[in-house]
């Protein structure tokens, strides 16, 4: 019998490879260093690559890694949505604020 009084964590999850119900592991995927050689660079290969980073970003398993698991609680997920497409927004604002700055007046 599984116990359902239970406080469900934000990141619980059941993992169907190996069993697990608990606490979720977060794991990102890429670098810190190439996201910091990035942001160095320039301001969009850095936001492009803070982005991807995130949109990776998942809950796996924190016994055996898996990357899908079943996740008990939706609203992680559409918080992370929120700030990709917030992320976006200030990337096109961005562009469109260089293109205004650097188009050749005639
Ligand atoms: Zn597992």
């Known amino acids: 019998m599984m116990e359902e009084n ?3 964590g934000k990141n619980w999850i059941k ?3 190996c069993g697990y119900e608990g606490e979720g592991k977060k794991y990102t995927r890429g670098s810190l260093l190439i ?3 990035l942001w160095l660079l ?3 290969p850095g936001l492009i690559y803070s ?3 995130l949109s990776n970003q998942y809950i796996g398993c924190p016994k055996c890694e898996y990357r899908y698991v079943v996740k008990q609680s939706s ?3 559409n918080r992370k949505w929120l700030l990709i497409i917030a992320g976006l927004f200030i990337l096109i604002v961005i562009i ?3 293109e205004f700055l650097f188009t050749p007046l005639f």
């Open 6 to 8: 239970k406080i469900k």
């Open 15 to 17: 993992c169907p490879n």
């Open 35 to 37: 996201e910091i050689v």
């Open 42 to 44: 320039g301001i969009i």
């Open 51 to 53: 982005l991807w980073r």
């Open 75 to 77: 609203d992680v997920k």
């Open 96 to 98: 469109a604020t260089l």
